[in-house]
T-cell receptor, first 112, second 115 residues
Framework: TQLLEQSPQFLSIQEGENLTVYCNSS?????LQWYRQEPGEGPVLLVT?????EVKKLKRLTFQFGDARKDSSLHITAAQPGDTGLYLC????????????FGAGTQVVVTP | NAGVMQNPRHLVRRRGQEARLRCSPM?????VYWYRQLPEEGLKFMVY????????ESGMPKERFSAEFPKEGPSILRIQQVVRGDSAAYFC?????????????FGPGTRLTVL
């Protein structure tokens, strides 16, 4: 059983469309990180959110941390084929500093 | 500024042999973490180390697995008497600390195949 549940598991969209990936838990986290992983490579950090209710924008990507620090979302505007990849959310609990607990990931495919 | 380095990138071992995976953290980072990604599964925490200390090994299998981060040199994840179920991608990450919001940066991983 995953502590962090990601949805959907798989998302296929056309270039130019928008998409949202969700990361939910019943646990509270001190911080939450989003990564993107390409096949055969390690996860690449996209963003870290720390404050409940926080919203961070990185170009076409918008990240939100829930007020209760139990959930997060990643929204991509006008997706491009280069956004294709496995998106992973990972949380750090107050009880286990340094230990990232990952969701199972959302595979995003953006076709031209 | 080089990122996290891992070697080898690919490692093939026969059942019963030993596997040694190495990780050099980013410059200035003194905290190292090991994670395992089994086929069709998510990343799972294994162990968290600082120089010469194991801080959290709650994710390490009780037998055959050990990790160290010596005063000098890379961190080593050692798997003795490997079995086919050990086949996975092993990732190392590093950070400068663990206060809330401190980010972990991952290496490219070592793909272990046990024949």
């Amino acid at each position: 059983t995953q502590l962090l549940e990601q949805s959907p598991q798989f998302l296929s969209i056309q270039e130019g469309e928008n998409l949202t990936v969700y990361c939910n838990s019943s646990s509270v986290f001190s911080s939450l990180q989003w990564y993107r992983q390409e096949p055969g490579e390690g996860p690449v950090l996209l963003v870290t959110v720390v404050t409940g209710g926080e919203v961070k924008k990185l170009k076409r990507l918008t990240f939100q941390f829930g007020d209760a620090r139990k959930d997060s979302s990643l929204h991509i505007t006008a997706a491009q084929p280069g956004d294709t990849g496995l998106y992973l959310c990972a949380g750090v609990s107050f009880a286990s500093w340094g230990k990232l607990q990952f969701g199972a990931g959302t595979q995003v495919v953006v076709t031209p | 500024n080089a990122g996290v380095m891992q070697n080898p990138r690919h490692l093939v071992r026969r059942r019963g042999q030993e596997a040694r995976l190495r990780c050099s953290p980013m410059k200035g980072h003194s905290h190292v973490y090991w994670y395992r990604q089994l086929p069709e599964e998510g990343l799972k925490f294994m162990v968290y180390l600082q120089k010469e200390n194991i801080i959290d090994e709650s994710g390490m299998p009780k037998e055959r697995f050990s990790a160290e981060f010596p005063k000098e040199g890379p961190s080593i994840l050692r798997i003795q008497q490997v079995v086919r179920g050990d086949s996975a991608a092993y990732f190392c990450a590093s950070s400068p600390g663990t206060v809330p919001g401190v980010e972990q940066f991952f290496g490219p991983g070592t793909r272990l195949t046990v024949l």
